[in-house]
């Protein structure tokens, strides 16, 4: 029997980018669902409970993203971190 | 975005004395002074402005690793430096453990490019453990030095 997998395709749309507060945000959230979540980039695929692997992303302002989870919350994981991209970290606060 | 692009040599840090995380970053500001990185009128504010950005949630990310930062108006450039703690200093970091590598990060504030460049450079480099390791048991400034230049020279696996 095989997990569920969920994916998603998040473009980032604040001026920072993925830099350290919001790779730390995503890797909080991540670490509420029990799913495996990944974040790719071209050939680069990286584990989204650690920040520093998101970081080496390099991952700017107006680049794609594309999520995976695996796992029975997959689909919620994905939800979490989707909301974050497109709230762009709540960025009014920098 | 290489270390050479940014880091002030002679501000770089192989033994801090500090115990705390203000004191890191006080220490680490003061070396950038002394090296003519920031004005010394600055250095309050800047300061200040670091502390700030850790208040929104640490810098500590994890491995033993900091990156503190803040944009100023003073820099026209993205400036920084490097410094090692041997004893390791508790920054509130996301895996609960000491930091022993600070890389500290001052960059205008109209071109977060640079600053996530310089991230993007140092997070691949410290995913290498072999960097890290050496960087961590560095004697002294031109050790760090040296490996920075090695890095930038693709020299750890990147």
């Known amino acids: 029997m095989s997990q569920p997998k969920a994916t998603r395709t998040v473009t980032i749309v604040n001026p920072e980018g993925l830099h350290a507060r919001a790779a730390t945000l995503v890797a909080g959230t991540v670490r509420r669902f029990q799913a495996k979540v990944e974040l790719i980039k071209g050939r680069q695929r990286v584990e989204a409970t650690d920040v520093l692997q998101m970081l080496s992303l390099g991952a700017g302002e107006g680049e794609q993203l594309q999520l995976e989870a695996l796992g029975s919350d997959a689909e919620a994981a994905l939800d979490a971190v989707t909301e974050l991209f497109s709230s762009k970290f709540g960025e009014n606060a920098e | ?158």
Do not use: W
């Not at chain 2, 450039?77 to 890389?103: I, P, Q």
């Open chain 2, 1 to 158: 975005m290489k270390f050479a692009d940014f880091v002030v040599p002679e501000a770089i840090r192989a033994d801090l004395a500090a115990e705390d995380k203000e004191e890191v970053i006080r220490e680490m500001v003061q070396s950038l002074q002394n090296s003519g990185g920031i004005d010394s009128d600055e250095f309050e504010s800047i300061v200040k402005a670091i502390l700030k950005r850790e208040e929104l949630g640490s810098t500590g990310i994890g491995r033993g690793v900091a990156v503190p930062h803040t944009k100023h108006p003073s820099v026209d450039r993205l400036v920084g430096t490097v410094a090692v703690s041997s004893e390791g200093v508790d920054f509130d970091s996301l895996d609960g453990e000491k930091v022993y590598l600070f890389f500290l990060l001052i960059s205008p504030p109209d071109r977060p490019g640079d600053h996530l460049r310089a991230l993007e450079n140092i997070s691949r480099q410290l995913r290498d453990d072999t960097f890290c390791r050496f960087l961590k048991q560095s004697k002294t400034a031109e050790d760090i030095r040296q490996l920075l230049e090695e890095a930038d020279n693709n020299q750890f696996g990147s």
